[in-house]
Antibody, heavy 128, light 108 residues
Framework: QVQLQQSGPGLVKPSQTLSLTCAIS??????????WNWIRQSPSRGLEWLGR?????????DYAVSVKSRITINPDTSKNQFSLQLNSVTPEDTAVYYC??????????????????WGKGTTVTVSS | EIVLTQSPGTLSLSPGERATLSCRAS???????LAWYQQKPGQAPRLLIY???SRATGIPDRFSGSGSGTDFTLTISRLEPEDFAVYYC?????????FGQGTKVEIK
């Protein structure tokens, strides 16, 4: 059974860097059929995908346009986990942050994409 | 970026009734890239449907999905008390994911 365990501070000061980690059990961050995502949720923005990292013979990252200049997602193969760094945060970055696995499954001549495993979420408040 | 618009915003129904939730995309979406999630307060979203119509592991058959192109539907045939929650559609495309704003199914 795949599980994702999130960790990181719940309070970050404006202009500083938000850092979260997601530890994976039951799968590998280097899996060729999974990608490892960060999503956040706030009343004003709803569910917002931030970005992901994945391995397909080499490492790739995809980032949402809205945060592309401020975000870094890194895998850590030695600890089987991945991390989120969001720079220059403002109160608008206050949200519940989730990590999640997405899968690409081939069946009946099609590729299917979905997010099937989620972390429990970390509430992050940006405030001085 | 594809925008997903869900309707209605809130659905007030009684246990045993049928729920029909809509998800409309701003441009055509591949059915195999369309998923539905259920979220209860204080919990992460849970995968219900992928590929527009395939139930995820362990999801009861009262949940069904349909649709293609720009119009997709999630149907709950007979609402159970545990089904009152918020439901989101989601699509994958151009190496990114987008979510609808959600439909809340509440007890009437």
């Amino acid at each position: 059974q795949v599980q994702l365990q999130q960790s990181g501070p719940g309070l970050v000061k404006p202009s500083q860097t938000l850092s979260l980690t997601c530890a994976i059990s039951g799968d590998s961050v280097s899996s060729n059929s999974a990608a490892w995502n960060w999503i956040r949720q706030s009343p004003s923005r709803g569910l917002e995908w931030l970005g992901r990292t994945y391995y397909r013979s080499k490492w790739y990252n995809d980032y949402a346009v809205s945060v592309k200049s401020r975000i870094t997602i890194n895998p850590d193969t030695s600890k089987n986990q991945f991390s989120l760094q969001l720079n220059s945060v403002t109160p608008e970055d206050t949200a519940v942050y989730y990590c999640a696995r997405d899968r690409r499954i081939a069946a009946a001549g099609y590729y299917y994409y979905y997010m099937d495993v989620w972390g429990k979420g970390t509430t992050v408040t940006v405030s001085s | 970026e594809i925008v997903l618009t869900q309707s209605p915003g809130t659905l007030s129904l009684s246990p045993g009734e049928r729920a029909t939730l809509s998800c409309r995309a701003s441009q055509s979406v591949s059915s195999s890239y369309l998923a539905w999630y259920q979220q209860k307060p204080g919990q992460a979203p849970r995968l219900l449907i992928y590929g527009a119509s395939s139930r995820a592991t362990g999801i009861p058959d009262r949940f069904s999905g349909s649709g293609s192109g720009t119009d997709f539907t999630l149907t709950i045939s007979r609402l159970e008390p545990e089904d009152f929650a918020v439901y989101y559609c989601q699509q994958y495309g151009s190496s990114s994911w987008t979510f609808g704003q959600g439909t809340k199914v509440e007890i009437k």
